[in-house]
Nanobody, 119 residues
């Protein structure tokens, strides 16, 4: 089991940038892919992107390519999500998640961090 703790959310103005962090702990989390999801009010949870701990296999939701960047620092057990040119529609709770590399189900989730973008 992997434990995940997100941080870095807050209130930002449209057009700005934000860096979210996710620190992982537990056993053998290097066997996991790390992902970011978000859930806006009244909407279903949406996949943002994912990455492996060595930085390979990064992929993003097609609708979000270009403004979102995911990176990983295995030395710090941390995964990051950078969001550029923020829009009000980026307002959501952002979640970090982990899944074993041979599984399709995201089995571990953080508590989420709120991002609110003002216009």
């Amino acid at each position: 089991q992997v434990q995940l703790v997100e941080s870095g959310g807050g209130l930002v103005q449209a057009g700005g940038s934000l860096n979210l962090s996710c620190v992982a702990s537990g056993r053998a989390f290097s066997n996991y892919y790390m992902g970011w999801f978000r859930q806006a009010p009244g909407k279903e949870r949406e996949f943002v992107g994912s990455i492996s701990w060595n930085g390979d296999s990064g992929n993003y939701a097609d609708s979000l390519k270009g403004r979102f960047t995911i990176s990983a620092d295995s030395a710090k057990n941390a995964v990051y999500l950078q969001i550029h040119r923020l829009k009000p529609e980026d307002t959501a709770v952002y979640y970090c998640a982990a899944r074993l590399k041979f599984m399709s189900t995201w089995s571990s989730w953080g508590q989420g961090t709120q991002v609110t973008v003002s216009s």
